[in-house]
């Protein structure tokens, strides 16, 4: 359980103020706005938080990354694999087509390959602080 809850909050913690600040400044949102989709993908990051820990320790694990480089692959390697199957579901269920979530799933991947590294860090900084380690 105390492994799953780091996981899962540190992802929300994360996530929702990088995309918060990216909604604001870069895409313009309003601020009501940017409270509406950050409350709506909470329940998606407490869904995926864990399994996505699970995923990066196998990934790790199975590796063996020597090096920053080869750990910089494997963070991005087990970002993309995991979160674009879940992006392109989430576009699905809401309705959107072929073309949209290919345009969408598109850009989203750049900033999926500039965020995997931070985040893995930031995971592997919490996880230290709360006393747990890779399953």
Known sequence: MKRYLVD???TILFFTTVAALSELFVAGME???VLIARLI????MMLTGRPY????????????????????????????TFQVPVYVATLAVAG???????????????????????FGLYLDVLR???????A
């Open 8 to 10: 899962t909050v540190g």
């Open 31 to 33: 601020p009501r706005q």
């Open 41 to 44: 993908m909470i329940p998606v």
């Open 53 to 80: 820990g699970v995923w990066r320790d196998w990934v790790f694990t199975a590796l063996r990354p020597r090096g920053w480089l080869a750990a910089l692959a494997c963070d991005i390697g087990a970002f993309l």
């Open 96 to 118: 959107a087509g072929v073309a949209e979530i290919t345009a969408a799933v598109g850009s989203a991947i750049v900033f999926m390959v500039l965020l995997s590294r931070p």
């Open 128 to 134: 230290r602080w709360a006393g747990t380690s890779a």
